[in-house]
Every structure is written in structure tokens, then in C-alpha cells.
């Protein structure tokens, strides 16, 4: 099937030329993951009105792709729409273009062929949904507010986005609803979409009613897997230890660890939690970091056996640091970051901004080289830009 230079589809008219579709073909099928010329891929998508129907433009687009490629077509309820080509590149990661109707913005994500087919497996609708009756799980307050820190998502902006829908104490999220957040503006250096939809695949139950409840957040939460890539050319978190410090701060979680290669647990660093007195293995650096890491929440007997299988594959594991009882959070007790500056409640043991150990001695500042933003130690990419950021 040939699209002509401009075709309608349903009650949206479409404007692609064949010059675009060419770029199109042959970029989705073999474009290196380290393409860093974005405006090297002409697909705009122009002249929108309002569709509500993209069957016949996807099925248009597929046709004219690899079958390994993807078509994917969304629209945002503020009006806006993109058009996405999911293939396979060179190097045998998975890559996707997008680029939204006004034919700007457009974003190459390289990614893994898991992180693929969660990401077009997350409920899509060319028109917003009923949030009552949509795809997702429901949420109280306190559960709402562990799952932001999850994301690395400010926990008051996403609460109010959310609650003026529904006022309720229990709250239905769907994918949708938390891809919204982020299109306002929480997190503008990176796109987190494909993280945001690995989290609703791995939380598509109903949460604990309490997570501090050890023996049932664990028994809920034993099977989320996150899949994270490591590229030079993109930084899918702002820092891969922060979000290891932040699950170990939440109640309920007896470990995090991190699994290297092919299921042989590596150690860079311990930290004993105030809360649930336990374990966390994090990460220190990059040395001998493989592309891809998994990671897993544990159980108390699973840890004991991990932290076994550290000490007999010889890693020795350092002295723990003795735990200090923080003094009881006030509305005016703050602790202020000595890595970043930032302000944190009392009793919180990590940095909420950038993810440093706020009892820790006074740590060796970095500095990125594009941006000028000050980091915490270890991390690997800017929390402000995504630059990668240099060892010294």
C-alpha cells in the first residue's frame, strides 16, 4: 500500500511525503541506537483535526514497515498525538521514533526488547478513556504516595493531578494517568513513559492495604522486575543507585539487590535501613557494569542466601554502619542534603532530590560538564540533563 503526499484517515487528515515514509522504512529497520542527529528522521505527522479513529492510519503504516516494526499511535487528553516506529537497530537493541503532531520533540529511545513489549503492551486508546471503567488498580493515599517514589516523581504535584478527578481516599490509576503527569512537566530531560508502563505491568493487583506490613507487601511485590539499560547515549534514570536508596527507605521491603550479568549478584555497597533494619546492596560505581542489570525485591531468607552466594563468590562484604535513630520528624525538623543542598524531613535517611546518604560524612561533590549541576558520588548520569557523566 503507497501513501500518496496527503491522504485522510478517519477524521484526521495526514500528511506524509514519500520522502518521510522512505526515512521512515529504512530507519526504523537499521538505525544504530547511538543516532544522535534526531532531525535525521522526517516523520511529522501535520494539518491534525480531531481523530478519534487511527485504526486505518496504523494498519496503513504497518504495512509499509518491517514486520518487526511496531506502529503505535496514541492521542493525550490536552489534544496532542504522536506517532511511534518501534524496530529492531543495528546493534540489536530495540528503538523507537516518535514525533507529535506539530512535528517537533521528537525522542529516539533505545531500548530493550522487554522494555519494548511492555511499553506497546500498556492499555492504549485513541480516545481518553472512562477513568472509572479504564485499565488499571486501585490506590489509597499513603500506597499513591509510594508509588511516586518509585517513579522519582514529585509525590504532591502527581497526588493533585490525580485527586482533582476523583476527590475519593482510593484513587484508580491507569497507565494513562501517569503518562499525563509526566506531559505536564515533572520530569523534562528524560522521557520515563517506557519506566512509568513497566511499573503498571509489574502493579497491575490491587497493592497491600498497608506497605509497612512486611509479610504481605512482600509477597506482593517478590515478582516486580525492573529492567534497566545502561548506553552511552541515554539515561533512562537520573541515577541507577537512587532508586535502589529509595525502595530501601520504603517500609515493607526486607532487601533491594542488584543482579549483574547472567544472574551472579555483585556488591558495591550495604546500607542498613533505620526503618525496616535490614539490608539493601546498591550501586557504588560503574566498574564492570554489563548493559543490563536486574532488579529484585527479596525476602528475608532469600537475602540471607544472596548475601551467602556475595561472601562465597568472594566478595567481602564491608562493616556495616552502625544505625543511628533519627530524632521524630516535626512540620519544622529538616535535614538539609550535603551532597545537593536540598531540604529533607527529619528522619529520612537518602536525599529525596538526588538520592545521598544523609548520614554519611561530608561526600565529594561532582559536577556535570554540560549543564554545571552538582551530583551526588556514584552517580552516573546528570539528574538534571541526562549528560553521562565522566569519572575523574
Known amino acids: 500500500m503507497k501513501l500518496e503526499t496527503s491522504q485522510t ?28 542527529p534526531l532531525a535525521a528522521v522526517d516523520l511529522s505527522v501535520v494539518a491534525r483535526k480531531t481523530p478519534d479513529d487511527f485504526t486505518e492510519l496504523r494498519e496503513a503504516l504497518t504495512t509499509l514497515c518491517a514486520p518487526e516494526t511496531t506502529v503505535d ?15 529492531p537497530s543495528a ?7 516518535s514525533r507529535n503532531d506539530a512535528g517537533a520533540n521528537m525522542i529516539v529511545w533505545p531500548m530493550t526488547a522487554g522494555m519494548l513489549k511492555s511499553m506497546i503492551s500498556a492499555p492504549l486508546a485513541d480516545a481518553p478513556a472512562d477513568p472509572k471503567t479504564a485499565p488499571g488498580f486501585v490506590l489509597s493515599f499513603d500506597e499513591l504516595l509510594a508509588l511516586a517514589s518509585l517513579i522519582d516523581c514529585q509525590q504532591e504535584t502527581l497526588w493533585r493531578a490525580l485527586a482533582d478527578r476523583d476527590p475519593s481516599p482510593e484513587i484508580r490509576v491507569t497507565a494513562a494517568d501517569l503518562e499525563r503527569c509526566y506531559d505536564k512537566g515533572l520530569r523534562q530531560s528524560d522521557d520515563p513513559r517506557w519506566m512509568v508502563s513497566r511499573l503498571v505491568q509489574g502493579l497491575s493487583l490491587p497493592l497491600p492495604a498497608k506497605l509497612p506490613q512486611a509479610e504481605v507487601s512482600l509477597a506482593r511485590f517478590a515478582d516486580i522486575r525492573m529492567v534497566i539499560e545502561d548506553t552511552d547515549g541515554f539515561a533512562p534514570l537520573p541515577s541507577t543507585g537512587l532508586v535502589f536508596q529509595q525502595l530501601a527507605e520504603i517500609e515493607g521491603f526486607a532487601a533491594v539487590t542488584l543482579r549483574m550479568g547472567q544472574g551472579k549478584p555483585t556488591q558495591r ?3 542498613q535501613t533505620n526503618r525496616a533494619q535490614t539490608w539493601a546492596i546498591s550501586l557504588a560505581g560503574d566498574d564492570d557494569m554489563p548493559d543490563k542489570a536486574t532488579l529484585n525485591v527479596l525476602s528475608g531468607d532469600a537475602l540471607s542466601a544472596d548475601l551467602d552466594a556475595l561472601l562465597s563468590a568472594g566478595a567481602a562484604a564491608p562493616e556495616a554502619a552502625p544505625v543511628t535513630e533519627a530524632p521524630p520528624a516535626t512540620s519544622e525538623a529538616v535535614l538539609r542534603c550535603r551532597a545537593c543542598g536540598a531540604e529533607n524531613l527529619a528522619g529520612q535517611n537518602f536525599c529525596s532530590s538526588c538520592g545521598a546518604n544523609l548520614a554519611a560524612a561530608e561526600p565529594a561533590k561532582a559536577t556535570c560538564g554540560k549543564c554545571g549541576a552538582t551530583l551526588a558520588p556514584g552517580v552516573k548520569f546528570c539528574t538534571r540533563c541526562g549528560h553521562r557523566v565522566e569519572r575523574s
Do not use: Q
Open 9 to 36: 484517515f478517519g477524521n484526521g487528515t495526514y500528511v506524509l511525503s514519500d520522502k518521510e515514509i522512505a526515512a521512515m522504512i529504512t530507519e526504523v529497520g537499521a538505525t544504530p541506537s547511538s543516532l544522535s
Open 73 to 87: 499511535i496514541r492521542t493525550w487528553p490536552d489534544g496532542g498525538s504522536w506517532v511511534s516506529f518501534y524496530g
Open 91 to 97: 546493534s540489536g537493541a530495540m528503538a523507537a521514533y
Open 269 to 271: 555497597r550495604l546500607y
